[in-house]
Nanobody
């Protein structure tokens, strides 16, 4: 069983930055693609981005491309989401997720097996 724990959420003004962290349990963290998703009230879960097992490839959702950056530290079992130029519409609960084995990268929530509890990000105008 893998456990994921997000941290770093909070309240920030539009134009500001936040860095989310996700700590993962398990000895094989470096074997899996990791992803970030978000969900705003009344909306469906949205793909933010993902990073492959080695950290050499990344993919981002269109709404965050150029503003958000995903990174990982396999030695520490950590994955990060650096969010810059935040907008009010970025307000959501952000979730870290671990992909199913063999998934290189995917924006489909069903391709992810384990999920964290989420961390709230609120961007004020």
């Amino acid at each position: 069983q893998v456990q994921l724990a997000e941290s770093g959420g909070g309240l920030v003004q539009a134009g500001g930055s936040l860095r989310l962290s996700c700590a993962a349990s398990g000895r094989t963290f470096s074997s899996y693609t990791m992803g970030w998703f978000r969900q705003a009230p009344g909306k469906e879960r949205e793909f933010v981005g993902c990073i492959n097992s080695s950290g050499g490839s990344r993919s981002y959702g269109d709404t965050v491309k150029g503003r958000f950056t995903i990174s990982r530290d396999n030695a520490k079992n950590m994955v990060y989401l650096q969010m810059n130029s935040l907008k009010v519409e970025d307000t959501a609960v952000y979730y870290c997720a671990q992909a199913r084995i063999g998934t290189s990268y995917s924006g489909v929530a069903g391709d992810y097996r384990y999920w964290g509890q989420g961390t709230q990000v609120t961007v004020s105008s």
